[in-house]
């Protein structure tokens, strides 16, 4: 075999990692920072200019609904709250659909009952809570409380040909929206 033909069979066997070719320069993607009380709260005055801190906590408003947003650094927990109802009254079968959504519908928005109340939370550890998380936590804990009595959903994900989801998605990019800078 001509030494041309040899040399040339070699290089095409050898691996590219053997035949000293830098290997390419993998992308770098940007990471966010962590999730801090003063970041959060920045994203929230970016949605609602008039949300009211009281400690670890802040009150806001999003399409009219109350919010309610406490935070612990020291343990890293965030909970995301809207008030439903009183829980007075909350009938076997309605807490059993309510425990049922939780599984299916609801999503990562769960109802629960504290303080003689209905609520619709998401809870999170804070500081690996990204940005596009946080808004979604708004969104989804928002539809548990809107599909209250209905669908019982949290709205991210919505099987069928209905108009819900496209609903829930305009709500979504009118936050992350409204939250660009941050």
């Not at 003063?38 to 408003?61: C, H, K, L, T």
Request: hydrophobic share 45%; proline share 8%.
């Amino acid at each position: 075999m001509p030494r041309l033909a040899l040399a040339l069979l070699i290089a095409l066997a050898t691996p590219l990692s053997a035949q000293n070719t830098p290997a390419p320069e993998a992308p770098t993607i940007e990471a966010e920072p962590p999730m801090t009380m003063v970041r959060m709260a920045e994203i929230i005055r970016a949605i609602d200019p008039e949300a009211r801190p009281a400690g670890n906590s802040i009150q806001f408003v999003i399409d009219d609904i109350p919010l309610v947003v406490i935070a612990d650094p020291v343990a890293d927990r965030m909970r995301a709250m809207v008030p439903i109802r009183s829980a007075a009254g909350l009938s076997q079968d309605e807490l059993m659909r309510l425990m049922q959504a939780n599984f299916d519908s609801a999503l990562d928005a769960r109802y629960a009952v504290a303080q003689g109340r209905l609520w619709g939370v998401f809870i999170h550890p804070l500081s690996p809570l990204e940005r596009e998380q946080l808004l979604s936590a708004f969104v989804q804990t928002i539809n548990v409380a809107r599909t209250y009595g209905q669908t019982y959903s949290g709205g991210a994900t919505v099987f069928g040909g209905g108009d819900s989801n496209g609903l829930y998605q305009e709500l979504l990019e009118e936050l992350l929206e409204k939250g660009e800078e941050i």
